[in-house]
C-alpha cells in the first residue's frame, strides 16, 4: 500500500533516475562502407544490422555492427536507389529512381525482385516509401505531374492515383 512517505520515495527515485538519463551523453558510432557507395537511406534489419541504399553504385547494403563488415547487393544496371525500408514481410523494399521501379530483395537469400512501374509512367524519382496497415506500399515521385500517390500491394499490383493540389 502507497501512503504519503512510500509516495514521496518513489517519485523521488523515478526523478533521479531521469536525471541520470537525461545526462547520459549520446555515443556516435561511425562505420567504414566501401569507397563510392554513397550511402543515402536507412533501415534497421531483422537480423541486428543495418540496410542502407548504396546509391552511387545500384545497390542495397548491409552494415553488421557488431563485426563492422557490409556486403552489397547489386541491384541491376542503371540502378540508382533513394529510399530503403523493410516490408512486413521483414524483407528490405527499395525505391529505384535509375529503374524507374520499386525493388524487393529478400533478406535471408538476396534474391531480387523489380516491381517496374506503369509503362506509361515516366521517370518518376521515386522517394522513399511506406506501408500501410494493409500491406500496401505508397510511394511518391517528384517527376510526375500533380501530386503522385503510387501504391503497389505485396502481390505486385499497381494502383496509380493522382491527386493536384490546389
Known amino acids: 500500500m502507497l501512503n504519503r512517505k512510500n509516495s514521496f520515495f518513489c517519485t523521488l527515485v523515478a526523478l533521479l533516475t531521469l536525471a541520470a538519463v ?3 551523453e549520446p555515443v556516435l558510432q ?3 562502407v566501401p569507397p563510392g557507395s554513397h550511402p543515402h537511406d536507412v ?3 531483422a537480423d541486428g ?3 542502407y541504399t548504396a546509391q552511387r553504385v545500384g545497390a542495397l547494403g548491409h552494415l553488421d555492427p557488431k563485426s563492422g563488415k557490409t556486403r552489397h547487393i547489386p541491384l541491376g544496371e542503371s ?3 533513394h529510399g530503403v525500408i523493410v516490408g512486413p514481410d521483414g524483407s528490405p523494399w527499395i525505391t529505384d529512381s535509375g529503374l524507374n521501379a520499386i525493388v524487393r530483395v529478400e533478406a535471408a537469400t538476396g534474391a531480387i525482385t523489380r516491381f517496374p512501374l506503369p509503362a506509361n ?3 518518376a524519382n521515386l522517394n522513399t516509401a511506406t506501408f500501410d496497415r494493409q500491406g500496401q506500399l505508397w510511394f511518391t515521385g517528384q ?4 501530386t503522385p500517390y503510387l501504391i503497389i500491394d505485396t502481390r505486385g499490383r499497381f ?3 493522382v491527386h493536384h493540389l490546389n
Open 30 to 32: 561511425e562505420y567504414p
Open 143 to 146: 517527376e510526375i505531374m500533380g
Open 79 to 81: 540502378s540508382s536507389p
Open 22 to 24: 537525461a545526462q547520459a
Open 49 to 51: 544490422g543495418v540496410w
Open 121 to 123: 509512367t515516366p521517370k
Open 43 to 45: 533501415a534497421p534489419a
Open 159 to 161: 494502383n496509380l492515383t
